[in-house]
C-alpha cells in the first residue's frame, strides 16, 4: 500500500462577488512538518490548489497561508492530515478568509468663517447626515450603503464597507 497521500484547498470568502478589489486567486498556502516547508500551494482563479495524489508522507502537517489573494486577510493555521493512499481530490480543506474593508471619515466645514461653530452659537455642526453611496451618475447619486452623521466637531465615520469606489453627498 502507497505511503503517500495529497490535499486540496477550497479558498472560499464572503467579499462581495464582483468586486474587482477582491480575489481568491494568488493565495499562497506552505504546508509545513515541524518548521519545514515541504509544499507550496497557489490557488487559483476559483480558490483551488492541491498537491499530487503521492506528494505528502502520512502524518499531520501545519497548513499556512503565506500571501493572502488581493482584498483579504491571511487565514489562521491550522493542522491537516495526510491518510496514505488519499487522492488530493479526496483530502479536501476549506479554508474562509476574512474579507478588508474600510471607513470613510468626514469632517464638516464652514467655507464662511463668521458662520461657525466657534463665531457664533446659531451654527452646529452636530447631526449633518452625509449619504455614502455606491454610484453616481451626473450629480445625482444612488445605491445608498450608509448613513454618515457629525458629531459637535463635524467628524463622523462610516460602518464598515467593502473596499471600493464611494460617493459621499451631505
Sequence with gaps: APKKGGLSIKK???????????????AEFQ??????????????GSGNASTGDEA???GDYILHENKAPKGHK???DR????????????NVVNVKDP??????KVKKKSKDSDATPSTNSAYSYKNAEYGVYTNKSGNSVSGKV??????????????SLPLGRYYVKE
Aim: net charge negative; proline share 1%.
Design 12 to 26: 472560499t470568502s464572503d467579499a462581495p462577488s464582483g468586486n474587482s478589489h477582491y480575489s481568491l486567486s494568488g
Design 31 to 44: 504546508i509545513k512538518s515541524g518548521s519545514t516547508v515541504v509544499a507550496t500551494l497557489t490557488t487559483d
Design 56 to 58: 505528502l508522507d502520512e
Design 74 to 76: 491571511k487565514a489562521d
Design 79 to 90: 493542522t491537516v492530515h495526510i491518510t496514505a493512499g488519499q487522492a488530493a481530490s479526496a
Design 99 to 104: 474579507y478588508k474593508t474600510g471607513k470613510i
Design 146 to 159: 450608509d448613513t454618515i452623521k457629525t458629531d459637535s466637531d463635524g467628524e463622523g465615520v462610516s460602518d
